[in-house]
């Protein structure tokens, strides 16, 4: 009965953990600890549904927590950010009213990216002297200006959508070599070749999406397993106009690939360097449990109003200020004796739809995820206990 022990498989029952919730509630008292932590899961593995006792429940790995540096909730064994209860209301409410989109932009304003092209167009007519370099680099991202960030699908104040734009505004300073990567991933700057510049360096783009191979289910549909590593990132060149229009071009260049495909093939490392990129893996496993708890088969099969998760004024979801522009982020190098300059925009951008589909899941032919279900069975007397081992 002890929550901080390791365990290898931990199962939560969500329709349990909400009526502790509503308890709770009529004595004035939020969620403690524990159950904010989620017992102390890690990652969600598995997804179990019980019509004959109404159960939910989730199931994966789990052990003792403790706040690190920043406040989070990790692991003491390996240091992972927990999944978060808070987090998991939001993207179930996105997954009942916005159907699982939801994401974030950052990207240079229009009379920024204008003014750019004028200021690039200026200072190359003469050399630039080693000395000037620092003060031509910061006028240049003066020139430019802020970022605008646009949240959409989640309420922009939510942790959440914070987690969605730190990932992504650290991911482009990883990209523009302003913030060191991880063995295999090299900047876009730094892949460029010492002695040839490329064609165009308009506005290169980058943006987070799912990366699940499949959700696998039985044929009852009363157990599911998320597969695949949960997130990756894209990559497209970008047009610029000379009034400062980014006009989308659906291709992307050779390096610009190449640093969106290290950067998701080296995403574990990546994650346990920078903690904010395994709370985006953590929001991306919880929106794909979410469109598959908050649809129609699994809410129909349990007749579970989700009642207390989908009040605001029942379950309060703590917000903060919601960020509204950010540094650019834009970075230079000397090719050939050339000022080689890259920008960049991009963001997040889920979609669960297609993969939670009825059609689209692919049925379990071995019999192991029925296994699975039949060994996470909650025990019908135990309504008080919304976690077990």
Known sequence: RDVRRTSPLRKVSL??????????RGQRLGPDESMQALAGLTRVKFVFVYPETGDVVLAGPAGDWKRDGEERLVSVESGAPLLLLDDFVVLLRNALHENGRFGCSITPTREGLAATRRFLEQSGQRALRPSQREDWLEDLRSTLGQQDIDVYGVDPRSRVARVLVEADYRMKLVGMGLEPGVLGVVSYLDSLPADKPPASMDVLRWWFTLNYEAVLTTESRTAFQLRGPGVKVLSENELLTEQGERRHTGKSDALNQQFAHSFTRNFERLAATYPIYAELRNVFDLAVVAGIVGGADVREELRWPLAHFDAPE??????????QRVESVVNHRVIDRRHIVAGVSGGVAVDTRPLVARQAMQVDDYGLLKTEHRGARPEESGESTWWWD
Do not use: G, K, M, N
Not at 15 to 24: A, T
Not at 314 to 323: D, R
């Open 15 to 24: 329709r349990r953990l909400e009526r502790q919730l509503q308890l709770r």
């Open 314 to 323: 029942a379950y309060v979801v703590p917000l903060e200020t919601a960020p």
